[in-house]
């Protein structure tokens, strides 16, 4: 059983930084790729980076591009995602959650095609 856990977040003023980290565990074979979304009161759920675990692949909406990079970190039968996040902005402001899915991240926006999902984590920036 695939498993996330989403840590991190955090109150930061504009224009700093916070590290989310994605533990995850349970992927028995082939590849997959976790991606990351966040949600505000009032939005749709947006994603907003993707890591493929076949070539490392990564992937940023135009939101966050620019500001947030995504990595992993690949230990044994445990894959550590984490998502930089540099320059915040008040409208970085929401729940953070990390997926994954057994598909790739070529339509890493798409939450319907991410099969397991982490409890959010609430990052807040101050103006």
């Known amino acids: 059983e695939v498993q996330l856990q989403a840590s991190g977040g955090g109150l930061v003023q504009a224009g700093g930084s916070l590290r989310l980290s994605c533990a995850a565990s349970?992927?028995?074979?082939?590849?997959?790729?976790i991606g990351w979304f966040r949600r505000t009161p009032g939005r749709e759920r947006e994603g907003i980076s993707c890591i493929s675990s076949n070539d490392g692949s990564t992937y940023y909406s135009t939101s966050v591009k620019g500001r947030f990079s995504i990595s992993s970190d690949n230990a044994q039968n445990t894959v550590t995602v984490y998502l930089q996040m540099n320059n915040l902005k008040p409208e970085d402001t929401a729940v953070y959650y990390c997926?994954?899915?057994?598909?790739?991240?070529?339509?890493?926006?798409?939450?319907?095609?991410?099969?397991?999902w982490g409890q959010g984590t609430l990052v807040t920036v101050s103006s």
């Open positions: 997926a994954s899915t057994s598909f790739s991240c070529f339509r890493y926006h798409d939450y319907l095609q991410y099969n397991h």
């Open positions: 349970g992927f028995s074979s082939g590849d997959y790729a």
